[in-house]
């Protein structure tokens, strides 16, 4: 069966400090995507990764993809307070994506 | 279109009753899905509609529940007999189709507590 995991799971960081997210995957897939879930909200669609190597950016945040390694990462660049949430990485299967747990952030000033 | 609407936005009952939710798409999407998502988890998958053909169900979802989506346009999921582990949030997405470059579009979901 089909595991995504994340890591870490909770992430407590210093406003204009760099860090890694790392999303971990146990089946062959070409597609991942990342989401941002605010509190109480839905997901919002952060990076659609489509192919090997692909490298994604989006203001402060940069999200890769190495297929071979059934990994993708999300970095964030002088993190703001405004990144606080909660970041999930997804799996394209045939049918429909396969969630991590999600990475809760905290940027705290 | 303004994206991927569900209704209601919350939903209290009482154990035992039967709910029922709605999600209206994207109009060009013919893929919708259901998914479950409990506090503090990531969502999980449900149930996976391409037009109005059900097409893959989560062994997540036991017999109290059902989906359909008529005529391919909105869906409704129903649980019939709720008990407090039914207790989520179920967001819908839909998308156009399996190889569009695009990712899935999510509905604000519904946040239902059984009490």
């Known amino acids: 069966e089909l595991k995504v995991e994340q890591n870490p799971l909770f992430l407590s960081m210093q406003e204009g400090k760099n860090y890694t997210i790392y999303c971990n995957y146990s089946?062959?897939?070409?597609?991942l995507y990342w989401y941002r879930q605010d509190p109480g909200k839905s997901l919002e669609s952060l990076f659609v990764l489509l192919s090997n190597g692909a490298v994604k950016q989006e203001g402060r945040l940069m999200a890769s993809l190495d297929t071979k390694a059934r990994l993708s990462t999300l970095h964030i660049t002088a993190a703001v307070h405004d990144l606080s949430a909660t970041y999930f990485c997804a799996v394209d299967m045939r049918y429909d994506m396969r969630f991590g747990a999600g990475t809760r952030l905290t940027v705290k000033p | 279109d303004t994206g991927v609407s569900q209704d209601p936005r919350h939903k209290i009952t009482k154990r035992g009753q039967n709910v029922t939710f709605r999600c209206d798409p994207i109009?060009?999407?013919?893929?919708l899905y259901w998914y479950r998502q409990t506090l503090g988890q990531g969502p999980e998958f449900l149930t996976y509609?391409?037009?109005?053909?059900?097409?893959?169900k989560s062994r997540l979802l036991s017999d109290r529940f059902s989906a359909e989506r008529p005529k391919g346009s909105f869906s409704t999921l129903e649980i019939q007999r709720t008990e407090q582990g039914d207790s989520a949030m179920y967001l819908c997405?839909?998308?156009?189709?399996?190889?569009?470059?695009?990712?899935?579009?999510f509905g604000s979901g519904t946040r239902l507590t059984v009490v």
């Open positions: 109009s060009e999407h013919n893929r």
């Open positions: 997405a839909s998308r156009e189709s399996d190889g569009t470059p695009d990712g899935y579009t």
């Open positions: 089946t062959t897939s070409d597609r």
């Open positions: 509609f391409q037009n109005e053909a059900q097409l893959e």
